[in-house]
Nanobody
Framework: QVQLVESGGGLVQAGGSLRLSCAASGSSFSRYTMAWFRQAPGKQRELVAAITPGGSTNYADSVKGRFTISRDNAESTVYLQMNSLKSEDTAVYYC?????????????????WGQGTQVTVSS
């Protein structure tokens, strides 16, 4: 298990950008699959993006071409660069970690979670 702390959320106008960061504590960060999920009011938590220990990435169709996930193993940090934000991106964004590789990116596959950070996009 790792402890995760997100930062970087806030209020931004549609078309703007934000970068979320997730700092992990504990050892062996490089061995974890890291992901960003989001949850809007009244909706289920959904995958936004994930990155494997090997650096392969996976994105929700709704964010492809606009969001980029990356990781810095030396800093034990994962990032989510969000560009061309839309009002429908408004949600609480959660960082999550799973040991090793996962084959289905659903919330139950991830054992460690951050507290969440609010992203609000005004139209």
């Amino acid at each position: 298990q790792v402890q995760l702390v997100e930062s970087g959320g806030g209020l931004v106008q549609a078309g703007g950008s934000l970068r979320l960061s997730c700092a992990a504590s504990g050892s062996s960060f490089s061995r974890y699959t890291m992901a960003w999920f989001r949850q809007a009011p009244g909706k289920q938590r959904e995958l936004v993006a994930a990155i494997t220990p090997g650096g392969s990435t996976n994105y929700a169709d709704s964010v492809k071409g606009r969001f980029t996930i990356s990781r810095d193993n030396a800093e034990s940090t994962v990032y989510l660069q969000m560009n061309s934000l839309k009002s429908e991106d408004t949600a609480v964004y959660y960082c999550a970690a799973a040991s090793g590789y996962v084959y289905m990116y659903y919330p139950g596959a991830f054992g460690s979670w951050g507290q969440g950070t609010q992203v609000t996009v005004s139209s």
